[in-house]
């Protein structure tokens, strides 16, 4: 069963896919996550895409692709992709790849945010500079410090209020659309990601009719 998340940066995609991968063992592809460990890894492709980043551009959709496949192919488990696809192009390629070796996209839930929400759980973030481990100033066991490792906390340049607003901007008038893509082909259910990390996890379990 492979599922895509979507809903605006910062409404909980990644949380709730970790807490997909431990109860059902899935495959969690964050584009984000792939992104950073090839540039961290120095591959071919995490150099092109780290070039083209400080060049001030955009990835290519050709790009994207690739370091996504790389980390798909031979896989066995369901996937949940989670920031892929970001466009409809993307959709469209992701749809005729998993096409030609056998599978497709099963089901698509949007964790749905209000901008307001999501501008300020972005800006209230804080990431480990050590293990990557999220946090929120406003969480009530927030304490300034990773409370997995220790590590020191930052604040993502692309999190900043600036940047954030940017992000939301670029979500409308990139992903909406395949909101409405999947819409019509009866796969897109949407949840409520106002509700607390638990609600969140339960009415996605019963949307995708995954055993509890």
Known sequence: MNIILLGFP?????TQA????EKY????ISTGDLIRQEIALGTPLGKQVEATINSGNLASDELIFNILVNAIKGEKRSIIFDGFPR??????T???YLALHGSKVDGVVLINLSGAEVLKRLT?????????AVFNIYAPDYTGKCTKCGGVLYTRHDD????AKHRLEVFDKE???????YTKSGLCKTVDGSKSKEEVFSEIVSVLNLSK
């Open 160 to 163: 900043d209020e600036h940047s």
């Open 87 to 92: 466009t409809l192009a993307q959709a469209e």
């Open 175 to 181: 992903t909406k659309p395949l909101i409405e893509y």
């Open 124 to 132: 209230s973030r804080r990431v480990c500079k050590e293990c990557g």
């Open 94 to 96: 992701l749809d005729r």
């Open 25 to 28: 063992n899935f495959k969690h």
């Open 10 to 14: 910062g409404a909980g995609k990644g």
């Open 18 to 21: 970790e807490k997909l991968v």
